[in-house]
């Protein structure tokens, strides 16, 4: 199984400043198609996880271009320009290259 | 939309079964795939298994849980299930249908499961 590795685990952050989170994979997450298959999810309090971003980089519709997804490969990052409150919950990453799907650990971000 | 719905206790050694009603979209679509995912405080997020259409239809599982699952089609109700046979208390989560086509857009409102007697 393709494992995902991401850091840092909990992310405390002032609002209308930036935000990182790193994912690394255990295997190359490009496909002979030029596509990573990396995906970031968002997890609001109490409800389902939402998609933000697809293969890698390409934003989900309804998604603010303040959030961003980035990377090749074994590694990658969604970064936000500028967190809002409505930011908060857990992101998380999977790739989807491969079964089975897998998840990383998921990353808090909460406002300071 | 996806609407699941199911029993949230389950005995163990007995079969949870969960169902996921379709709107807006076809289980026999030649693009998107249907999958069940749960989440616990142990396991994350876990993908337990799909099934899609091109032309026939195919079944992915996690080999976890490859003894023990059946996913099915239902295409006169339009949805899909889950059966998870022989569980455990290990088993306890928060089961999530979801479709994926460009990522998982669309997600049913999860079905918290408890395996207890």
């Known amino acids: 199984d393709i494992v995902m590795t991401q850091s840092p685990l909990s992310l405390p952050v002032t609002p209308g400043e930036p935000a990182s989170i790193s994912c690394r994979s255990s295997q190359s997450l490009l496909h002979s198609n030029g596509n990573n298959y990396l995906d970031w999810y968002l997890q609001k309090p109490g409800q389902s996880p939402q998609v933000l971003i697809n293969?890698?980089?390409t934003r989900a519709s309804g998604v603010p271009d303040r959030i961003s997804g980035s990377g090749s490969g074994t590694y990658f990052t969604l970064k936000i320009s500028r967190v809002e409150p409505e930011d908060v919950g857990v992101y998380y990453c999977m790739q989807a290259l491969e079964t089975p799907l897998t998840f990383g650990q998921g990353t808090k971000l909460e406002i300071k | 939309q996806l609407q699941q719905s199911g029993p949230g206790l389950v005995k163990p050694s007995q079969t949870l079964s969960l169902t996921c009603a379709i709107s807006?979209?076809?289980?026999?679509?030649?693009?998107?795939?249907w999958n069940w995912i749960r989440q616990s405080p142990s396991r994350g997020l876990e993908w337990l298994g799909r099934t899609y259409y091109r032309s026939k239809w195919y079944y992915d599982y996690a080999v976890s849980v490859k003894s023990r699952i059946t996913i099915n089609p239902d295409t006169s109700k339009n949805q899909f299930s889950l059966q998870l046979h022989s569980v455990t208390p290990e088993d306890t989560a928060v089961y999530y249908c979801?479709?994926?086509?460009?990522?998982?857009?669309?997600w049913g409102q999860g079905t918290l499961v408890t395996v207890s007697s």
């Open positions: 807006g979209d076809s289980v026999s679509s030649n693009s998107a795939a």
């Open positions: 293969v890698s980089s």
């Open positions: 979801a479709r994926y086509l460009y990522g998982y857009r669309f």
